[in-house]
């Protein structure tokens, strides 16, 4: 089982306020059409930690992606390559 750090991109519908973010603080957030998209460094057990508060906190999950070294959450992530 590999437990080194990813960059994690996970995706939720609905905008996020600034006391559910704050649930999320490893976390960066941002918003893109009527989803907040959540980025960060995380291993493994950080991870799960996070889906069990969006669990927890009733959010409606729609994507968990680890990143490529190449995609960092700085670059769009959001439109395929050319």
Do not use: N, W
């Not at 906190?57 to 700085?74: F, I, K, N």
């Amino acid at each position: 089982m590999d437990l080194a750090p990813a960059h994690y991109k996970i995706r939720i519908k609905g905008h996020l306020g600034p006391t559910v973010l704050s649930a999320f603080p490893a976390m960066a957030a941002r918003r893109s059409g009527g989803q907040t998209v959540l980025t960060g460094l995380l291993d493994q057990p950080a991870l799960y930690g996070v889906l069990a508060e969006i669990e927890a906190l009733g959010l409606d999950l729609l994507e968990v992606r680890q990143l490529t070294p190449e995609r960092t959450p700085a670059e769009p992530c959001d439109r395929p390559s050319s």
